[in-house]
């Protein structure tokens, strides 16, 4: 029986097929409006809102035994009646974010106006950046020992560039706020913001003489267009296409072109270090053009009160999706016409991989691993994300991202684990990293 109807005795549920939109490092379904309303606020319907989508809609609430979900709904659909805690906003707001946490899920979300309206600004990539690229040694987050530092120069012409700063500084601060314990996309999200803003950073320089020096730095943001994909001939038969995001409309337009320069060469070099994610949808099409064969990716999702799972695998001539639900249903296997390799079959592939290559970029990189068609994955243990969300609009500006379904690149378990790497490689610099992974494809050309 449905949640609700065990909740309200009675009534139906509809899962609402919603619109898609893929935020870097989130793979979330776009937002829904739901039944929002506006007017007076009202403490006990916005938490009605809040818990009738969880209850509904969060894949934890199916993981669980029978007992324990009857126990959790059964404790927290009344858990504030007869109290004053939904009186107010703050009380409200409160109340919500328990009931969100009592789950566990680290990637769960609750918003308040100002933050959500924020958030609905960076969906529409209405922010700017200063132009650096940030790094971490050594570590997921920064410690004492394990700064956060700039590894490369920044772009040329960037608002970094413009205040002189260089590569290998060390930020410390951002906004007056200590980057300690912070990850890089922390840092990304402090750094980034509205087009036209300063943002203040407090900056640790070596000097010639060996000495630190610090000081602060007023950086004002500015539009910093993404270079999505770069690549190039190493020589000696290599050649690497790195894939920065794959969120972006030109992806399968420019990638594809960069696989077909790479296709005539003998060993190809997939840089994904750094990648957070973006669009499963590219992932997927990017197996297409280097896999021949194999299951590349399985998933898992809640639909009401059951579970689907559908395994999406390769043939020469076919893309497979074969559905099965927890409820016994009859299996559903739909045939679809597939992309043509871009890459030869017996091209070798290498994938760079670090701490930072996440979501989309797992999917590939499990993709490749779990087919066997990755001959070499090179660089350390990928972040670990395996799961996607819902984003769901509340009333009164608040909004709500709950995790909906799980999956499985190349059927690998890799949620809050991530994939190693065959190699493991911790190099910083770029220019002694590329000659590493070129001298082990040129190693994996004199295997049979």
Sequence with gaps: MKLLQYLRGGGSFSHALNVVFVAIFMLAIGAVAGNTQSGPFN???????????????????????????????????????????????????????????????????????AEWSQRSQDRKAEFGGIGVNLQIDGAESVTDANPMFIPLEPRKDSPAAKVGLRKNDIILEVNRKPLIGKTTSDAVSLIRGAIGTPVHLTIKRKLANGNFFIFNQRVVRASIPIEQVSDGDLGDGVYQVKINTFAFNRFKSDVSKALTRASSHQALILNLRGNLGGDKDNAMQLLEWLVPEGVIYVETSREGDVLKTETTSLTATEKIVTTTWSDNRPVSIIRYGRAKLIIPATMKILVLQDQNSASASEITIGGLKGTGRASLLLGTRSYG???????????????????????????????????????VDQQTEVEKYLDFAKQKALDLLKQP
């Design 385 to 423: 994300k395996g799961h996607g969300q819902n984003v769901w609009n509340l009333s009164w500006g608040r909004g709500l991202i709950l995790v909906n379904f799980r999956f499985r690149p190349g059927n690998i378990t890799m949620d809050g684990i991530g994939i190693d790497p065959d190699v």
């Design 43 to 113: 403490g006990p319907a916005l938490y009605q809102q809040a818990f009738d989508h969880i209850a509904n809609e969060h894949i934890g609430l199916l993981e669980m035994v029978p007992a324990e979900r009857q126990a959790w709904l059964a404790e927290w659909k009344d858990k504030f009646k007869g109290t004053d805690k939904l009186d107010t906003e703050n009380g409200a707001d409160d109340a919500v974010v328990q009931l969100m946490k009592s789950l566990n899920f680290k990637n769960d979300s609750y918003s308040k106006p």
